[in-house]
């Protein structure tokens, strides 16, 4: 009298997915070694800047943010380290920066690192990773002081 339904019901329960899912501490790594990234990013611009001829080094009067090359590698090295830890032993790839931007665009640029760096800062609070946490307090720290500097022009 009835025919049967061919079709699944869409009351029954669906299969367990199949791909694999991530612990919290995981994608902490994740999170962290990408807010890394992005702040290593930052501070080889910042880098490539502080190089140029017409920088302005730190300690010299001025205006705009002074810029210390030797600190901003010595930095960079110490954050693509702790990416690379976080990475499973991959050095994040690192792209030549650009030169095609001013002296001025120091201020914007220490301002988006201080940025990444807090935010580095708050996963790393979160995963409970130290040697990161000093890192990054440490980059606020050094990407606050020209922040300040300007606030007073």
Do not use: C, W
Request: glycine share 6%; hydrophobic share 40%; aromatic share 2%.
């Amino acid at each position: 009298m009835y025919e049967p339904i061919r079709t699944k019901s869409v009351h029954t329960m669906a299969a367990a997915p199949e791909f694999p899912h991530r612990s919290r501490e995981e994608e902490l790594d994740i999170r962290l070694a990408g807010q890394l990234t992005a702040l290593l990013t930052v501070t080889d611009e910042l880098h490539a800047l502080a190089r140029r001829p017409d920088a302005r080094p730190a300690g010299a009067p001025g205006t705009g943010p002074a810029l210390d090359a030797a600190a901003l590698a010595d930095a960079a090295e110490r954050i693509a380290e702790q990416v690379a830890r976080l990475s499973g032993g991959h050095y994040p790839l690192r792209a030549e920066p650009s030169d095609a931007g001013s002296p001025s665009r120091a201020a914007a640029l220490q301002q988006r690192a201080r940025t990444l760096a807090g935010n580095a800062l708050a996963v790393a609070t979160s995963r409970g990773d130290t040697t990161v946490i000093a890192l990054a307090a440490e980059r606020m720290e050094a990407h606050s002081e020209p922040v300040r500097d300007l606030a007073r022009t």
